[in-house]
């Protein structure tokens, strides 16, 4: 996000642990408001160029080692990962690792 690179060198099958097998990342991030423009915050540090200038969140994807950047889908929500699926997700991948 803007020149704050949130995963470098992410290899998604070494993620995920098999072909075929899904693989989701979770960020905290927060947007301020700092007077007539916001500013975006990952790991309480202001990202620089992470909202442009009509308050837009700017993701560059760039080609890593392994492959080129792949996204299905992004998924922005009010209040943190308990608004998601993050703790299913960790139940889920527990019960891989387990088999």
């Known amino acids: 996000m803007g020149n704050t690179a949130l995963i470098n060198g992410l290899d998604i099958l070494m993620r ?7 693989h989701d990342e979770f960020f905290d991030i927060e947007i301020r408001e700092n007077g007539s423009k916001k500013e975006l915050y990952f790991q309480g540090s202001v990202v620089k ?15 890593g080692s392994s492959d080129n950047p792949k ?14 699926h993050f703790e299913n997700w960790i139940a ?8």
Do not use: H, Q, W
């Open 49 to 63: 160029g992470g909202i442009d200038r009509d308050n837009k969140l700017v993701l560059d994807f760039k080609r």
């Open 16 to 22: 995920s642990g098999a072909k075929m097998l899904p």
């Open 92 to 99: 889920y991948k527990k019960t891989l690792i387990e088999i």
């Open 71 to 84: 996204v299905n889908a992004i998924l922005l929500v009010r209040g943190g990962k308990e608004n998601t």
